[in-house]
């Protein structure tokens, strides 16, 4: 944990919103990552959070939050089974997510920046839904390597289900922060009539009813 708050500094040391990291940055605090197993981040299947206590309710998303600065957090999501982070934005950030253990269905989308027929130039509808185009729409597990996201591509936008209890380490930079406007939007999906090798869908807004649980960790860190 020390080698990844090390790591993730330096990446993220001139962090703003907008900033995308250099190649070899993003290489480096990938590959760290990719190495990482439940053990060195102190978690395993078997912890209450990745249990389904509530069968009157949706499986509640646990967040363990570990650390956060004005330029970069880092925590742990713990999903039960059937558990969904609904379809969300992450304005300005770049973001590395790693699955730690289990399976998730990942789904996520970039605004179009161009239309996709050239006899429609509509990318906004009359009542706010925006065009994006299709990024990812597949199922990973621990064997995946990590998924970086960045502010203007990469799938900015995602959602995800778990398949099976599942944990999901995630860096970004800068994290959310209301006060500057840079709050998580969420949003609902339907399939635009393109169709094509490229999927596209009308993404719009809407008010947020997920709730997520947050446990602070309590970890120091040598600076």
């Known amino acids: 944990m020390q080698r990844l708050f090390d790591t993730s500094r330096e990446v993220f040391a001139d962090s703003s919103p907008g900033f995308v990291p250099p190649p070899d940055a993003v290489a480096r605090l990938s590959g760290l990552l990719n190495d990482l197993k439940p053990h060195d981040v102190g978690i395993n299947s078997s912890m209450p959070y990745f249990k389904h206590v509530n069968s009157k309710?949706?499986?509640?998303?646990?967040?363990?939050?570990?650390?956060?600065?004005?330029?970069?957090?880092?925590?742990?999501?713990?999903?039960?089974?059937?558990?969904?982070?609904?379809?969300?934005?992450?304005?300005?950030?770049?973001v590395f997510s790693k699955i730690l253990f289990g399976s998730m269905h990942l789904k996520s989308y970039d605004w179009a920046r161009s239309p996709p027929d050239s006899?429609?130039?509509?990318?906004?509808?009359?009542?706010?839904?925006?065009?994006?185009k299709v990024n990812?729409?597949?199922?990973?597990?621990?064997?995946?390597?990590?998924?970086?996201?960045?502010?203007?591509?990469?799938?900015?936008?995602?959602?995800?289900?778990?398949?099976?209890?599942?944990?999901?380490?995630?860096?970004?930079?800068?994290?959310?922060?209301?006060a500057d406007g840079r709050d998580c939007a969420y949003?609902?999906?339907?399939?635009?009539?393109?169709?094509?090798?490229?999927?596209?869908?009308?993404?719009?807004?809407?008010p947020s009813t997920f709730e997520m649980k947050g446990i602070q960790m309590v970890r120091k860190f040598t600076v």
């Not at 006899?119 to 994006?132: F, I, K, P, V």
């Open 187 to 206: 949003y609902d999906e339907s399939p635009s009539s393109w169709g094509g090798d490229e999927q596209y869908s009308w993404l719009k807004g809407i």
């Open 119 to 132: 006899n429609n130039s509509t990318l906004e509808t009359s009542d706010g839904a925006r065009l994006a």
């Open 57 to 94: 309710g949706p499986p509640q998303v646990t967040y363990l939050h570990f650390y956060d600065c004005p330029k970069f957090s880092f925590g742990i999501f713990c999903l039960p089974k059937s558990a969904v982070i609904p379809l969300h934005n992450h304005p300005g950030m770049t």
């Open 136 to 178: 990812t729409d597949a199922v990973f597990d621990a064997s995946a390597e990590t998924v970086v996201l960045y502010p203007e591509n990469g799938g900015n936008l995602h959602c995800f289900t778990a398949l099976t209890p599942c944990a999901v380490l995630d860096v970004m930079g800068p994290p959310y922060n209301c």
